[in-house]
């Protein structure tokens, strides 16, 4: 019942393809229903100041001065941008072991950086395996935020340990559980 375009795929939406000028988009409904406004009060859908993120799997195929960069440095989320991954535009992160390994898994928000030296954060649609080295991996209770943002976004990272990752992903749920109760 999805209404939704897979521009990748083809499929949905106005013959699968991305909406153009002039384009116009039928409406589920002809009109929506009369109720009372329901709002979920106090919740932040905006991106966080940072984003943080789990150094590696392979984050020793960078040099320390790379790691550095990617820590310090704000990134531009570029048009090249889709639900396979977050394109970045900053500083180049330079590779101190070639940008080509053996491919291996690729989890939600894994951040590969190929032969360019610009980041990718790899969203829902990213592919199941690559050969890129992977600088980090962006914590789960972060990762529905960068979902959202859109080309010309600015984005900063900030190292955490996997237990941190881990205690802030509790956090989430906890607060996603209690949504029913506060609207």
């Not at 991305?18 to 009060?41: I, K």
């Not at 592919?127 to 859109?150: E, N, W």
Request: net charge negative; with cysteine.
């Amino acid at each position: 019942g999805s209404r939704a375009t897979y521009v990748r795929a083809g499929i949905g939406g106005l013959d699968g393809r991305a909406l153009r000028a002039g384009d116009s988009v039928p409406l589920a409904q002809d009109a929506a229903p009369d109720r009372d406004e329901v709002r979920l009060r106090g919740v932040e859908f905006g991106l966080p100041d940072c984003v943080h993120v789990v150094l590696g799997p392979q984050d020793d195929h960078f040099t320390e001065a790379a790691i550095r960069e990617f820590l310090q440095a704000a990134y531009t989320v570029t048009p090249a941008s889709d639900r396979m991954g977050l394109r970045l535009s900053g500083p180049r992160l330079e590779h101190a072991k070639g940008y080509n390994i053996v491919s291996d898994g690729i989890p939600p928000g894994a951040i590969q950086v190929p032969g360019d030296g610009q980041p990718i954060v790899l969203l829902a649609d990213r592919q199941t395996t690559g050969g890129y080295p992977k600088i980090a991996t962006v914590m789960s209770a972060d990762l529905p935020a960068l979902g959202r943002v859109g080309p010309g976004a600015r984005v900063k990272f900030a190292a955490v340990t996997v237990a941190e990752a881990e205690t802030a992903r509790r956090a989430l749920d906890a607060e996603i559980a209690a949504w029913p109760n506060r609207l």
